[in-house]
């Protein structure tokens, strides 16, 4: 079946401007994870979506990050008044949840540039 | 605090050498996951480890989870260049009843021919 896609899969930017990112996760799958990666590093957790709730925020590094998921599926990210520390990839995961392994399908990412 | 620590942080080894990354972890977790990411890609999952003992094998790669110690292991046998890539661990916590995923530092590999 169709594994989470993510769009745009590259978008520059220029500083001060807004982005929506947009994943859609893999079908019946109720958790959604948003990431961010820079260049070289690891993970970074942002936010986490259980069904269209967002029981974990605590990953967002600022309120000009915020998050949403409608119809227990498509999420978007959007981030205001983009910084250029804000570039990096942005990375959608999502999974079943419990009783399950819990394992985490990812999507292509978006490579955010903001100049 | 959940916190996980993958140790080398890059790794350069000759083909057809054996070698083991490892991954610590600071509190209970009930799942480790093994992921693999090569340039410019995303991350595709390789293991999942579900308890204490696992051990699970996929061509020249073998993961293993010993939860007492709270250590999992990634352990390369006569390595190849197309293994050439970022090796993350990840583990599954649980914090107010909501589950949080933490990753590791990554492992950079590079087979050299």
């Known amino acids: 079946g169709a594994g989470v896609s993510q769009s745009p899969s590259n978008k520059v930017t220029e500083k001060g401007k807004d982005v929506e990112l947009r994943c859609d996760p893999i079908?019946?799958?109720?958790?959604l994870y948003w990431y961010r990666q820079s260049l070289g590093q690891g993970l970074e957790f942002l936010i986490y979506?259980?069904?269209?709730?967002?029981?974990?925020k605590s990953g967002l590094p600022s309120d000009r990050f915020s998050a949403e998921r409608t119809g227990g599926s498509v999420s978007t990210l959007t981030i205001q008044r983009t910084q250029q520390e804000d570039s990096a990839v942005y990375l959608c995961a999502s999974s079943l949840t419990s009783g399950t392994a819990g394992e985490q399908f990812f999507g292509p990412g978006t490579r955010l540039t903001v100049l | 605090e959940l916190k996980v620590e993958q140790n080398p942080l890059f790794l350069s080894m000759q083909e057809g050498k054996n070698y083991t990354i490892y991954c610590n972890y600071s509190?209970?977790?009930?799942?480790l996951y093994w992921y693999r990411q090569d340039p410019g890609k995303s991350l595709e999952s390789l293991f999942v480890l579900l308890s204490n003992g696992a051990v699970k094998q996929e061509g020249r790669l073998m993961a293993s989870l010993d939860t007492k110690a709270r250590l999992s292991t990634l352990h390369i046998t006569a390595a190849v260049h197309d293994l050439s890539a970022t090796y993350f661990c990840?583990?599954?916590?649980?914090?107010?009843?909501?589950?949080?995923?933490?990753f590791g530092t990554g492992t950079r590999l590079k087979v050299l021919a």
């Open positions: 990840a583990v599954r916590g649980i914090t107010s009843g909501t589950y949080k995923y933490i």
């Open positions: 979506f259980q069904g269209n709730s967002a029981p974990d």
């Open positions: 079908s019946g799958h109720t958790a």
């Open positions: 509190t209970t977790s009930d799942r």
